[in-house]
């Protein structure tokens, strides 16, 4: 008896072995080729096909498993036009060894032609049939063809792309740089009908005009003027997307400002700069952050919707060129105070003006907020934000707290030493 | 395999009740209730709940007149030899339908979600295999089962819902009463069979230690499982939004692929085992209800023995659909349809009998048959 209890467990333990390696869907990782990004870009003269390109990462490179002097680079590309982005992974094993699959996929890459185009809800809701991909991957667009994007993307440090690409998107959202941009967000919004979408926007094609010099704080990507030895790679500022459809991009200014005034979203440390008060040649540098809850009051049912919002932010003035005498003086620091609430409050209120008449939607989310004071979907539908925030009262009122004045809070008089 | 006389505890029973009833969270129960709820769907299990404490308390009221019968004795004894094989038959045959919709759902979920080259066949038949096995070995084992498994399980959706709140947001469930209060009520009540495997829990009345935990039991699970899937529907909603979730058909494996923990972003393999557990236990459950109602309908001592071919014939059956996405789900929205008034009205039925019949003024030890 206990001889054939054992020898059953014996044939039994191997048989259920069996069955966990999946049998059928059994995957070697040695045997995949990862895909970590998708582009998808327009063909000129054919409206049904598009033109995928596939970056490649390659886990060996960098790594410290890396078998001697092994040689191979960090990435492969490969562009090539199919149907859509689903069946273009067995056309690809054409030129690729091994099996293509999207489970590391952590990007979908669009270019800004197509991101224009009417038909490019169609394509993007593949990412919803297929099993392999994830729903909190980043969605991007590309000022160029994403197969040039991703030819000219080069990191000269961060050569392995999965690491250069999860980095640099995670560094520019914390600066506020770029916004969050997830697909599922992307879904929601275009299904809820109200809002508009903020992609991340990024080229590697630098603008030559441009001179970023004059105002840091009012350009996109490609205009960021640096020389040196780097990546030619920008992500900055966003891409508006209004009913899966994308309309303008927004500068990093607006960008901050779409994500602080968004009350669901945690931004982080901004760092922007002001006209000194006390000195019109000089900036301030300062860095904020929301001291409190964004505080909304909405009168949406009755007359004319109007909207208030009031910005708490906890500002550190961390440049103080004028050398004014901040430390000693309360009158200078109110003076101070003043001119950054104002200035804040102009640059939200034209912003808000700017979605009001350019886009007729709005990227703070605020249309959540709204839902509350509705009790049933059928006033909700019926109230249509969309068409109403066109004609809303919007005020938008910065209340700011000052907090330190970077480490050395006093600094010498410039009359005193120039005298 | 005779039934060992071991009679089965409180925590046993509640885990079974759970495991039956509360994993229905993570198949497409709640695409069916958002669908026609829309974003109020989470409020479905709650005033469903509510109703389901009627026919349930009626039952029990008629049971403990009975001690040690089962829901087919005492049907036998209510409504006589004929009206109590056609109703049993009935029941039966909800049973079976749930049972084969079920099983070719959740292969239809490991199919497309996680073994999508694995033949269908293949998945059905282990699935089944499994639970068949699961089954006979006796409601005792499954009782066992079920609590040494339970606390892992409600630990890892309980993970799968912090990660999700903190994910989430809490402005997706408003405008809060979704199509208005007066269709959430309707719409909901409309379903109220989600609780149907209450009345099928009747039939373990005699496995039960004693009437007490019985009953302790039952409500407390009734609780627990309200507490549960409104809380999971909850949540489903903090991350999707309502128009997002009507088209999801698997909202539960949508949420374990899109949440992450920290660096590790591929949660469902974590998750996964733990559903599949679950479902083993779920359906061992529902394999063995089949083969008591079967058993007794045909007179069949060993029902045991009945389990193996009936899991074939699950199999077989479910098989047929060629796209169980669409037909599946549809005969799934009727099937909750039908056996809503069957749920709700056959209680109230057996408690009028025996008041009419005056089994109440009896002693409570009175012996049928």
């Known amino acids: 008896m206990l001889i054939k209890e054992i020898l059953g467990k014996f044939i039994l333990i191997p048989a259920l072995l069996l069955i966990l390696s999946g049998c ?3 995957q070697e990782v040695e045997e995949l080729t990862f895909v970590i990004a998708i582009g998808i870009d327009k063909v000129e003269d054919n409206e049904n096909s598009v033109r995928i390109t596939y970056l490649i990462s390659n886990p060996e490179a960098g790594s410290s498993a890396q078998s001697g002097g092994s040689q191979e680079p960090p990435r492969e590309i490969i562009s090539f036009v199919a149907d859509d982005f689903i069946s273009s992974r067995n056309m690809a094993n054409t030129v690729i060894a091994k099996q293509i699959t999207y489970d590391l996929l952590r990007m979908i890459i669009i270019s800004e032609d197509f991101a224009r ?3 490019f809800i169609r394509w993007i809701y593949d990412a919803t049939k297929s099993m392999e991909i994830k729903r909190d991957i980043k969605l991007l667009v590309t000022k160029e063809e994403t197969a040039t994007f991703f030819q000219n993307n080069k990191p000269l440090l961060e050569t392995r792309p999965h690491e250069y690409f999860e980095k640099i998107l995670a560094t520019g959202n914390e600066m506020g740089n770029i916004p969050e941009s997830q697909l599922y967000q992307f879904f929601r919004i ?5 809002d508009l979408f903020l992609g991340i926007y990024g080229t590697t094609i630098k603008d030559e005009n441009s001179q970023s010099g004059e105002n840091p704080q009012q350009i996109t990507a490609g205009e960021f003027d640096f020389q040196g030895e780097s990546n030619v790679t920008e992500f900055l500022g966003s891409a508006v997307f209004k009913e899966a459809k994308m309309i303008d991009t927004l500068t990093i200014e607006e960008t901050r400002i779409a994500i602080l005034l968004n009350p669901s979203l945690k931004p982080g440390y901004f760092i922007g700069t002001i006209p000194d008060p006390f000195d019109e040649k000089y900036r301030i540098a300062f860095r904020m952050d929301n001291a409190s809850p964004l505080e909304f009051n909405m009168k949406l049912t009755s007359g004319t919707p109007t909207i208030d919002v009031t910005v708490p932010l906890l500002l550190e003035v961390l440049s103080n060129h004028s050398m004014t005498d901040y430390h000693k003086d309360k009158e200078k620091r109110n003076k101070l105070k003043e001119s950054i609430e104002d200035n804040l409050n102009n640059k939200f209120n034209d912003f808000v003006k700017k979605t009001q008449e350019e886009y007729k939607s709005e990227p703070f989310g605020w249309s959540l907020l709204a839902r509350k004071k509705f009790s049933t979907i059928s006033d909700w539908e019926d109230f249509d934000w969309m068409k109403t925030y066109p004609d809303m009262k919007i005020n938008v009122t910065a209340q700011v707290k000052l907090g330190k004045f970077g480490r050395q809070s006093d600094l010498p008089r410039i009359e005193e030493i120039r005298d | 395999m005779e039934q060992s006389k071991q009679l089965i505890g409180i925590k046993e029973y509640i885990a079974i009740v759970l495991l039956m009833v509360g994993t229905k969270v993570t198949d497409n129960t709640p695409s069916i209730l958002f669908e026609y709820i829309k974003n109020a769907g989470w409020m479905a299990p709650i005033i469903n709940g509510l109703i389901t404490i009627i026919p349930i308390y009626l039952l029990i009221k008629v049971f403990t007149n009975y001690k040690g019968k089962s829901l087919v004795e005492v049907s036998d004894h209510l409504f006589g030899k004929f009206f109590s094989f056609i109703i049993l ?5 909800v049973a079976f339908v749930a049972v084969i919709v079920d099983t070719a759902i959740y292969t239809d979920i490991i199919g497309t979600m996680y073994f ?3 033949p269908t066949i293949i998945i059905y038949g282990i699935l089944m295999l499994v639970c068949a096995y699961g089954a006979t070995r006796g409601f005792e ?9 339970f606390p892992y399980l409600q630990v890892s959706l309980f993970l799968a819902l912090i990660l999700t709140i903190g994910q989430g947001n809490a402005a997706f469930l408003f405008p809060i009463l979704g199509d208005g209060a007066w269709d959430v009520v309707k719409e909901s009540s409309l379903r109220l069979s989600i609780y149907a495997d209450f009345l099928y829990l009747f039939l373990f009345y005699p496995y039960i230690k004693s009437v007490k935990v019985f009953k302790k039991g039952t409500w407390l699970a009734l609780m627990f499982i309200i507490i549960n899937i409104s809380i999971t529907m909850v949540c489903y909603i903090f991350l999707f939004d309502y128009k997002t979730i009507m088209q999801l058909n698997y909202p539960y494996h949508e949420v374990i692929r899109t949440i992450s923990l920290g660096f590790i972003i591929n949660m469902e393999a974590f998750f996964l085992p733990f559903w599949l557990i679950a479902s083993f236990v779920r359906f061992s459950i529902y394999l063995y209800i089949n083969a008591i109602l079967l058993g007794h ?7 045991e023995y009945l389990i193996p071919s009936l899991a074939t014939l699950v199999v077989f059956i479910g098989m047929i659909p060629e796209n169980p996405t669409f037909i599946i789900f ?5 099937l909750l349809l039908i056996a809503t008034p069957l749920f709700f009205l056959l209680p109230f039925l057996m408690w009028l009998i025996a008041k009419l019949k005056g089994e109440f003024k009896h002693a409570n030890k009175r012996d049928i048959r």
């Not at chain 1, 275009?190 to 109200?194: F, I, Q």
């Not at chain 2, 084992?141 to 498994?149: D, K, M, P, R």
């Open chain 2, 297 to 303: 309908l045909f007179k069949i001592k060993h029902f």
């Open chain 1, 117 to 119: 185009d009417e038909n």
């Open chain 1, 24 to 26: 059928w869907d059994q």
């Open chain 1, 190 to 194: 275009t299904e809820a009908d109200a």
């Open chain 2, 89 to 93: 038959l009935t029941i039966l045959l």
């Open chain 2, 116 to 118: 999508t080259k694995t």
């Open chain 2, 141 to 149: 084992q499954i009782g066992s089962v079920a609590w040494t498994v």
């Open chain 2, 330 to 334: 549809d005969i799934k929205e009727k």
